[in-house]
């Protein structure tokens, strides 16, 4: 059974910095990409992030220069390190994993930036 445990989330001011981690179990996590969403009040969800198996990364333009999105093979664990973060990152960060042609995701992680 494929599971996605985000956990990192809280609340931040205007300029800080988070590290969201997903922790994966139910398949051989070293072989597949790995992509971080979020959704904002009201919003659709939107891709944030993508690291390939072989470690490629994608971002949003929104997010390029401010996140990091990494991987741990060892600890089956994928990041997203998010610096400069501004209000409208404001978000529920999750993660998400293609299997077998089956997308699935965790719960989420809130972010919320404000002062």
């Known amino acids: 059974q494929v599971q996605l445990v985000e956990s990192g989330g809280g609340l931040v001011q205007p300029g800080g910095s988070l590290r969201l981690s997903c922790a994966a179990s139910?398949?051989?996590?070293?072989?597949?990409?790995m992509s971080w969403y979020r959704q904002a009040p009201g919003k659709e969800r939107d891709m944030v992030a993508t690291?390939?198996?072989?470690?490629?990364?994608n971002y949003a333009d929104s997010v390029k220069g401010r996140f990091t999105i990494s991987r741990d093979n060892a600890k089956n664990t994928v990041y997203l390190r998010m610096n400069s973060l501004k209000p409208e990152d404001t978000a529920v960060y999750y993660c998400?994993?293609?299997?077998?042609?089956?997308?699935?995701w965790g719960a989420g992680t809130l972010v919320t930036v404000s002062s």
């Open positions: 690291i390939s198996a072989g470690g490629s990364t």
């Open positions: 998400t994993v293609r299997v077998q042609g089956m997308d699935y």
């Open positions: 139910g398949f051989t996590f070293r072989r597949y990409a």
